[in-house]
């Protein structure tokens, strides 16, 4: 009877952590379809088809419902697993030539915005709008991507590549600049730009922003 107990309650877990991640990819859906402001915790319920008291008890708060939502689009998946340790991050970091590490950061950051780049365009523009939830969310996912940026930088400062007199700060701000959600939505929607064209501008772009002469020239990582 033990045995059977500990099985119905981990039957239970995992159904629950499905209905929760199903929640929060709707409230993705609908944010984006709809706007944040104007999309209710009730309207996210029904289209999960849920109680809104279900994704109160679940997630509290509909600004928390958005960024659990936002970082489970993000991450592509539902493995509980950090974007830093994730294997084609750790290739990437393993990759020794730094025009080739930077062109295989702009592919991943192309990956990441594929994903999450219309709800961090909705999330930016509600920023800027004043609200509340969403300057907090904006100031959080900014913050997220000036440490992964940082790190990019260390990295090529490891290899010994950046630019003479170039500061880190400096070099972490542009690449920040370069990887953002803004860049991406003029390219790719703005201006109609293929994800391929978008990928290898911003990978040149990346390439000339930090790194000397020397190191432009790698060629593009194999698709």
Partial sequence: MDGRRRYDASSRERQAARTRQQIARVAVEQFVAHGYATTSVAAVA???????????????????????????????????????????????????????FLRGYARLG???????????????????????????????????????????????VELGALSPGLDHETARDRLWTLN??????LLTVTRGWS?????????????????????RTSPAPPR
């Fill in 46 to 100: 029904r289209a999960a088809g849920v109680s809104a008291q279900t994704v109160y008890n679940g997630f509290g708060t509909k600004a928390a419902l958005l960024k659990e939502g936002y970082d489970l689009v993000l991450a592509g998946d539902d493995a509980d697993v950090p974007l830093a340790e994730r294997p084609e991050v750790r290739a990437l970091y393993a990759e020794p030539d730094p025009g080739a």
């Fill in 110 to 156: 192309r990956s990441l915005l594929d994903r999450v780049g219309a709800l961090a365009v909705q999330i930016g523009a509600g920023a800027l709008a004043g609200d509340a939830d969403l300057v907090a969310m904006r100031a959080t996912t900014d913050q997220e991507r000036l440490v992964g940026t940082g790190m990019v930088v260390r990295r090529l």
């Fill in 180 to 185: 953002s959600a803004e860049v991406w939505h």
């Fill in 195 to 215: 994800g391929e064209a978008y990928e290898d501008w911003v990978g040149q772009a990346m390439t000339d922003a930090v790194l000397p002469p020397a190191h």
